[in-house]
């Protein structure tokens, strides 16, 4: 089984005091003991790294730290699926169509990783988010 983990999952799962925390930790555990196939996209990486080290969280997570943290996490597990420009262009052009404003974008761009990816599952915590950006992923989209 594939499955693409949303950042707001991978971040929940990495941070101990994060709410989300419980719910979270075992879809990473599950990933790194193999028991499903799992899926970043590579806006993710980025997004997860932005998060981590601006949580308004004491102490605060250094850069140093959030790249381990996602490296000893991630790099070795995660297949990562990167997007191509033409990818771009379609997300930004169905967004313009469906009238998709702000940092929804880059749930689309999420979305458009999962579905280019084949993956099973979507695994999110703003599941009403990515099924407003991707209305046909319903199936695919859900919560840990």
Known sequence: MKILLDSSVIVAGLVEAHPMHGQALPWLAKAKAGEFRLLLCTHSLAEVFAVLTSLPIRPPIKPEVALR???ENLESVAQIVELA???YWVVMR????NG???GA???ALIARAAENSGADKLVT???GDFQRVWPSGAGVISSP
């Open 94 to 97: 169905s967004a313009a169509a």
């Open 85 to 87: 420009s033409s990818d």
């Open 125 to 127: 915590f703003n599941i």
């Open 105 to 107: 974008i880059y749930d």
């Open 100 to 102: 998709i404003v702000g």
């Open 69 to 71: 943290l996602i490296g």
